[in-house]
């Protein structure tokens, strides 16, 4: 008799269990970030020098392409449009390459907003990479051939993700 009792109890169990659900939806953002940045900004000695301190991160997958622009496409004489002192600027980015933007092709004469480009994948950059900016006169202002005077050109380094 107690038996049967219990399997009665186990049955009516099965019958009553049910089940019910709820869904958790997970989502979220991360934001893109691109950014150039430079803890020196300056050099007013016109001495061949590689400036330290730049850093580029980018976290576009795609990765991205970093551009150097020269206003005046060389050190240019302050009264004296498109006259300039030409030089090479060679920015180099975590080891990965070097970013060269040659002035010195045009002679003494300056193209305003002369630049030059390369591409760095997502993976390079997307835990920040440091670079340094080496400015290279060449013999250029140590010799004779150029006039007196003050020079100054501006150089625009800029990241945009691919
Ligand atoms: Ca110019
Ligand atoms: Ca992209």
């Known amino acids: 008799m107690k038996k049967y009792t219990l399997a009665a109890a186990a049955v009516a169990t099965l019958f009553v269990g049910s089940a019910s659900a709820v869904e958790v939806n997970l989502s979220g953002n991360i934001q893109e970030v691109c950014e150039a940045s430079a803890t020196q900004t300056s050099l007013s000695d016109m001495s061949t020098t590689t400036m330290s301190g730049f850093s580029f991160v980018c976290n576009d997958r795609d990765g991205a392409t970093v551009t150097i622009t020269s206003a005046e496409g060389g050190l240019q004489g302050i009264d004296s449009e498109d006259l300039v002192i030409p030089y090479v600027a060679t920015l180099s ?37 440091a670079a340094t900016l080496e400015i290279n006169f060449g013999a250029l202002t140590t010799g004779t051939g150029a006039w007196a005077g003050a020079y100054y050109d501006q150089l625009t380094i800029q990241i945009s993700a691919i």
Not at 104 to 118: K, L, V
Request: glycine letters at 22%.
């Open 93 to 129: 980015v975590g080891g990965f390459g070097d970013l060269i933007l040659d002035l010195t092709t045009g002679g003494n004469t300056g193209t305003n907003d002369a630049s030059q480009s390369r591409d760095f994948t997502g993976a390079q950059l997307l835990n920040g990479a």
